[in-house]
């Protein structure tokens, strides 16, 4: 997640589609390696990857939306980045209680989802 928080550590707004290809570029990956399916066969691992950081690092504020698959770094993500960390990572993360806040709430939601999966008949299913 700290490349992605450092790519973007310009004020400015920037797309999806354009971090992507440029932390493509950054990381010299191949065609290959940056078109790999994801399991689900629905999107490239690589952009799923950059995506879901951005998605974590969005949680506690680092990153805010300024519109559809449109991004910025905040304040408090400069302020990150000006402490230079080694890596930031769930862990590091931690240290943020709207993090936390999603965390748990992510962890409940998994919770209620597999009680009601349990409570259900085979012809249910």
């Known amino acids: 997640m700290l490349p992605l928080l450092k790519h973007t550590s310009g004020k400015k707004e920037h797309s999806i589609k354009w971090t992507i290809e440029s ?16 399991p689900s066969g629905q999107q490239y691992s690589f952009d799923n990857y950059v995506d879901r950081a951005r998605a974590h690092l969005k949680k506690p504020g680092l990153f805010e939306s300024t519109r559809r698959s449109f991004f910025r ?5 400069l302020d990150v980045l000006s402490k230079s960390p080694k890596e930031i990572n769930v862990k590091f993360l931690e240290k943020f209680p709207q993090f936390i806040k999603f965390r748990h709430l992510r962890r409940e939601k998994i919770e209620e989802e597999q009680k009601e999966e349990s409570e259900q008949t085979p012809q249910e299913y």
């Open 23 to 38: 932390l493509v570029e950054l990381f010299k990956l191949s065609e290959e390696e940056s078109k790999e399916v994801s």
């Open 73 to 77: 770094i905040t304040d408090l993500g």
